[in-house]
């Protein structure tokens, strides 16, 4: 890398995000959100875990075959088999790079029982068999902030004479600070032989809320990659959020000097579908992307805004490709003003998606007099939500309730098959669950049922989510319709699906989320 201002995007939404409790995306899903990531200028995708299932590998080796402009990246344990199966499938990638990792922290190194000396040549085994293999090699000592500085400086000199072009220094456990971040990288930098041939990148997570702080002081420091994800989905508190170091980097360019060579107008639009797929909400304080990012509603505000709007703005809604105006459409409006509004809000609709969300669309209309942004984005969640693909649809409902009791008439297809069914329950939303129950018998316990309006008015959209465990598989679901009832039975029959295609995976192989870092 020539110049040393670039910074580096390397996103792991596929990867460590999709790794979230509840987060599983479908094959389809994994593709379309690796293409709006290459669209979007994206310098590396990691694009997921080869070696953990049939359905990961397939995975990324599709990914690798349609990017255009991106670095496919996949990750890989630091045993031969698991680099092996990382190249098989990154190899068809214009560019491709294979990322091999081992714990160096006293806590990670007593797991698999290594000594130092051990692992340091476990490490020097497994960089140079991944560089015989792909030019482009990255190495992460995990849990890196809580390694001994000797013994990580020591082994990060390993890989590198290994071969490996990038190190990447991981916060696994979002323990580090700023200022912790900033010097270790610059401790690398001066004490590791051959540390100013390669690039460091960084990777933090969010336990403390840090991430995107410890991230930028990285850089500040001499990184030249930040690892992030789209909303900053992630295990646990999640990670570094794409969004928010980019528009950092771009904001404060006048201390921050360093380039991207992101799209940020298409920011607002992979974030929505990110969300979407993944089925996790953005909230709505959300930095950049949250729903109240760009609202004012204290009357000091709104009076500095309509004069000058950088008075409380310190960047622009278009910049992340939002619309600024927020203009109602209703039953009158055609599929060509429906098609720009999309495209306002971010989402590129092909001609047949077009059609299945227009006569949703018209629908929604019927049922209120005016369809505002917030709506159509929460239409378009609903839509990629409950498709016609989906093994468990719901085709009918009629719930009666009121003093006298409650129950539910229920018509779904499982698979090819139509089943009917009446249930009772304590309130109309038990009452709908239990149908979808006796249509659908499983074990998974309902964790979290939430319940919020799209807009204002009793004729507004509810978007209704909820979280389903089951033998420690975690999926979610999000639906909205005007009928709470309706979106709340649409998003736990989601959950559903989600969790069957976890079944699924598991049945072909190991599961990334369930794979040990450290099994041999």
């Known amino acids: 890398m020539t110049d040393k201002n670039r910074v580096l995007i390397f996103d792991t939404t596929l990867r460590d995000g999709e790794q979230s409790p509840g987060a599983t995306m479908t094959h389809a899903e994994k ?3 690796a293409q709006m990531l290459d669209e979007m200028g994206v310098d ?18 599709e990914i690798a075959k349609q990017s255009k402009n991106s670095v496919i990246c996949g990750l890989a344990r630091a045993q031969l088999p698991d680099i092996d199966r990382c190249w098989e499938a990154v190899k068809h990638a214009r560019q491709p790079r294979i990322h091999t990792f081992i714990g160096t922290s006293p806590l990670h190194r007593a797991i698999p029982n290594l000594d130092m000396d051990q692992m340091a040549e476990r490490i020097h085994q497994t960089v140079t068999h ?14 890196a902030t809580r390694t001994e500085h000797d013994y990580l400086c020591r082994v990060v000199e390993i890989a590198i004479k290994a071969g490996a ?6 916060d696994t456990v979002g323990y580090t600070a700023p200022r912790e971040s900033a010097a270790l990288i610059r401790m690398l930098l001066e004490r590791v032989p051959g540390a100013d041939e390669i690039i460091f990148a960084t990777h933090c997570h969010n336990d403390l809320g840090m991430a995107t702080a410890n991230s930028l002081a990285a850089v500040e420091a001499g990184a030249r990659q930040v690892e992030c994800t789209i909303n900053g989905l992630g ?3 999640g990670n570094t959020a794409l969004e928010e170091v980019v528009m950092a980097l771009k904001v404060r360019h006048d201390i921050m000097p360093f380039d991207t060579g992101i799209d940020t107008t298409k920011i607002m639009g992979i974030s929505r579908r990110v969300a979407a797929v993944s089925g996790f909400p953005v909230q709505f304080n959300k930095a950049i992307v949250g729903k109240n990012a760009f609202l004012h509603e204290s009357g000091i505000h709104q009076d500095g805004v309509l004069k000058n709007v950088e008075t409380f703005e310190i960047m622009r809604p278009a910049d992340i490709g939002l619309n600024e105006a927020n203009i109602a459409m209703g039953k009158h409006s055609g599929r060509a003003a429906l098609r720009a509004k999309l495209r306002d809000l971010g989402y590129e609709v092909g001609d047949n998606q077009l059609k299945d969300v227009f006569v949703r669309f018209k629908a929604l209309a019927d049922r209120k007099k005016e369809v505002y942004d917030d709506d159509l984005v929460a239409l378009m ?7 016609d693909s989906d093994y ?15 129950s539910a008439d229920l018509t779904m297809v499982v698979g090819d098959e139509e089943k009917t069914v009446h249930a009772e329950g304590d309130g109309p939303v ?4 239990n149908a979808v129950k006796a249509i659908w018998p499983h074990n998974a316990v309902l964790q979290l049922y939430q319940v919020h309006a799209v807009t204002e008015g009793t004729d507004a959209q509810a978007t209704v989510s909820v979280r389903m465990e089951e033998e420690g598989r975690i999926a979610t679901g999000q639906a909205a319709d005007t009928d709470t009832i309706l979106a709340s039975v649409k998003a736990y029959v989601g959950a559903l699906n989600r969790l069957k295609l976890r079944r699924e995976m598991v049945g072909e192989g190991a599961d990334s989320k369930q794979v040990s870092m450290y099994s041999h």
Request: proline share 4%.
């Open 31 to 33: 593709l379309e959100i």
């Open 44 to 61: 590396i995708i990691e694009a997921g875990f080869p070696i953990a299932s049939e359905g990961d590998f397939a995975a990324v080796s």
């Open 130 to 143: 991944a560089r015989n293999l792909c030019d482009n090699v990255q190495w992460s000592p995990m849990d």
């Open 165 to 170: 072009t990038t190190i990447n220094i991981p």
């Open 235 to 237: 295990e646990r508190a």
């Open 381 to 387: 969640q609903d839509s990629s939500a409950n498709t």
């Open 392 to 406: 468990l649809q719901v085709k009918h409902l009629r719930v009666v309730c009121g003093s006298d009791g409650q």
């Open 430 to 433: 038990d009452a709908c669950f």
